[in-house]
Each structure stands twice: as structure tokens, then as C-alpha cells.
């Protein structure tokens, strides 16, 4: 059952996340934001991000002179998706329509810094005008969340860094990957999720019409006749380990033929 006051949302995404629900809040129109919360569309522009990297870029800079500026933007942008994506995943496996229809619009979201300069938490607006959706199948939020919600965001990072769209997708991918593997999931519901989101090259949701799926060979999965294409750390940071599925790891092979 879809749950409308923010008090229980939160309470579940505490219930089930523990750890993301400290950097994920949502609250009511009339709620006051935190004095340095700002609108995503406006924490996404030049000024802002170009202050925020270079904060970020300090901690890697004691440890390494010259710093490779995509691995940076990188790295940024993992924090990000990696604490934006999993309480997304949350919600839309728990049957909460309203909050993934509310942050498919922009202008739901702000975010406060963690002083290192990465994001430190999320705030999603949930506006009543925006809550009376029917429910809908996970694999269609999640396919709708791609198009209207991450794709804009994607598109905003890649303007503001060296980093390509197919990067940030290998981020958002890894993530949507891991996560969905962690969660306590009937081991068909999720196998058949993880298929959907990885093994299809058009969006469900296109009905008749030729959308590409953005996370398309993004992930290799067992058995699947297509490799994985790229590396979401393709660009690293001193001491940044590869994943078990990077297909830069010499081991990727055997580490493959083992992957969910």
C-alpha cells in the first residue's frame, strides 16, 4: 500500500536502509530545508560544481601531485548516484509510487555538501498535487525514472566535465547492479529485474516507439552474449579498487562466468 506522509516513508527507508536514510530525507512543501540546501538545478551548474570539485579534489590531492581531472569528476558522481539510486530502489520495490513519480520532476529535489565537497544528503519535495498515481510495476518506475529523472542529470554532469553519458551510465548501472544483488529479493523477482534493467536494448515503456535503453551491456550478466562495454572506473583515483564485473580486471573472465 502507498504510504503519503513523509514520516512513514522515511521510517520505512530508516526500516529497510539504515545507512541511506541518513542521506536521504523526504519532506512536505511547508517543511524548512536545512540554510545550506539548495535546488538540484541549481547545485548543477558551473559555479556551484566547479566549487564543489575543487573542494572534493583536496583529500586525493595529499596523496597524489598531479590528479587525473576525469577520475575526479568520476568519483564525484559515483557519491552522487551512490546516494541517490538505492532509496529509489527502495521505494520502488516496496510499491511506493508517489515518491517515484514526485522525483521524476527536477524540481522536487535539493541537496546539501558534505564539506569534502561530495554530496552529503538529499531532499525530495513530496508535493500532494503529485501522489495520486495508480501503482505501477517496479521495472516500469524504474524504466521511467531513467528517462526523466537520471537521463536530465546525466546530461547537466556531462556538460560540466570531461566525463562521457555512457560513464555516468556505467555509474548508475553498477549501482542499480549491486544494490538489487543485496536486497533480501525472491531470487526470480530479482534475476528477472536484473535481466530487464541490463539485458534489453529498447526501454519497455517505449510502446511502439525505438527508445534505447541507456544501461544496455552496462552490466554483464551470467550467461549473457554480450559483454560488458565499459568500465565505470574506467578514469581512477589513487588507491580506488575495480569491481568483481569491471571489464578492465584481468580476472573479469572467470569473475563473469560467476555474476548474477
Known sequence: MALHDTTELNSLLERQAPFYSQHFKIIEPH???PENCHPLSQRLNKPHYTKALMTF???YQQQQEAIDLSALHSMWSQWFFGFLLPPL???ALKS???VLHVAMNLKNWHWTYHQTGRVECFYLVLREDQIQRPTELAITLLERLLVKLINPIIKQLSTLSPVSEKLFYSHVAY???WYLSEMPLAQECKLNLLNQLFSKDTLLLAKGATLPHPL???????N???PRIMCC???KLPNTQMCTICPLNKNKHKVCKTAI
Not at 216 to 222: Q, T
Open 233 to 235: 572506473l574506467r578514469h
Open 89 to 91: 530502489l527502495e521505494y
Open 216 to 222: 544496455w551491456r552496462k552490466i554483464r550478466l551470467k
Open 224 to 226: 549473457s552474449e554480450y
Open 31 to 33: 517543511q524548512p530545508l
Open 175 to 177: 549501482c542499480f547492479y
Open 96 to 98: 511506493q509510487t508517489s
Open 57 to 59: 579534489s583536496k583529500s
